[in-house]
């Protein structure tokens, strides 16, 4: 009798511990799906390289006499790209820790955020609040890292990070929003003034049906390219709106109406990515 | 000049509205211009689109904020120059256009504000000069 009634009651505790555990998961779990989520779609790295490689491709449209200022404006950009690059990294990297902390996880500290604190150190950054609101986002990651943060911290990171990554999100969204729009204007002008001059010279029918088919191909790829960019700053809109909610909701995060409201956001930055891979 | 990222992308956008307008000229007279004026106007479109990218360039990795009046008189000349390049007729008028603009885009990216400030001038006089 006693030991059957000690044995229901290690049944029960498992059980309870059961539910414990299962409900905690659960209850987080819309913050672990929209971390995964804005770390997979914040590394779409493809338009950096666009823009960096684009004096390279304007070549092919240019005459001869613009070849300096092309290979000096390549040189320039190339030396962007690491800039760039780390910024995208650092929301990604940043991404993973908040989803390991929801996940009760312990943090990795991601190597390569070394290279961003070099950046940092080199002046790398021009903007001085941008360079600030970097370094406090990578501190924190290095933080949670050595000091073995679980999910009792998740609200710390959240309250800490969302200042500076608000502004790190925002400059990216100023870059890609009016820079990588306008290097692709200026490459549909290239493409226009190269083939309608192409266009306007021939007077052979079948040549001219030839060049009407690239002219239609490229300027294909530059739309491609136009949704691309349009659907990485609805990523990084979504990715910073999504986290200013964690942050308002930062005392209740395991709440279901917040939980619902998360999901949202990784709906839409689902969507999103979806689209952008669409073109690849 | 010490440009904002927000007056380095205003200046990029304006030299690509004065690229665009040259090119609407020339392919839209292109019967009627000769083989030398076709090249000038390409060169100084090609020079223009290219001085579009610099400014672009810059505008990616400079600050946010400290904005600088010099500036908005470039601003201010290069948008006289791309309206007056719209209704402008003879290909004088859109050579010297053209050429003033490539003259103030070449000093914006050799960062010499007094050359700066007189080509702003000059590709003012040029856009505004009577017909």
Known sequence: MTRAH????????????????????????AIRDFASTSSDAAQYTQLVTIYVATPTRLMRYEPESQRPVLARQASERAAQQEPLLLRQRLIQAYMDGLGQLAADGLTTYDAQLDNLNHALQSAKFADQSEAAALAKVSKQLATAATERWRRDKLMT????????????????????????????????????????????????????????????????QIRDRESAIGNYVVVLKTIGSGHHKLYESRRELSHVDVQA???????????????????H | MALSSADAFKISRSFHDLSVAIGQYRFGNWETLSEDDRRTLEDEEWSL?????????????????????????????????AK?????????????????????????????PGAIAKNSKAVFDAATAPV
């Open chain 1, 157 to 220: 990171l959240i309250e800490q990070s969302d200042g500076p990554l608000q502004v790190v999100v925002g400059a990216l969204v100023t870059i890609v929003q009016t820079g990588f729009v306008a290097d692709l204007a200026n490459e549909r002008e290239a493409l226009n003034k190269y083939y309608t001059e192409l266009q306007l010279r021939s007077r052979d029918p079948a040549a001219l049906a030839a060049l009407g088919e690239w002219r239609e191909m490229r300027e294909g």
């Open chain 2, 84 to 112: 007056a390049v719209k209704t402008l007729k003879q290909v004088g008028k859109v050579v010297n256009v053209a050429a003033a603009a490539v003259g103030l885009a070449a000093a914006i990216v050799a960062k010499d």
């Open chain 1, 261 to 279: 409201q998360v999901h949202q956001y990784t709906i839409r930055l689902r969507d999103a990515v979806n689209a952008i891979r669409s073109f």
């Open chain 2, 49 to 81: 689109l290219n001085a579009s990218s610099d400014m672009l360039t810059k505008a990616v990795g400079l600050t946010l904020d400290d904005s600088d009046p010099t500036g908005q008189g470039v601003l201010a000349a290069t948008a006289a120059a």
């Open chain 1, 6 to 29: 000690t044995r229901s009651g290690l049944q029960y505790l498992v059980l309870v511990w059961f539910a414990l555990v299962v409900s905690g998961c659960a209850n987080l779990g």
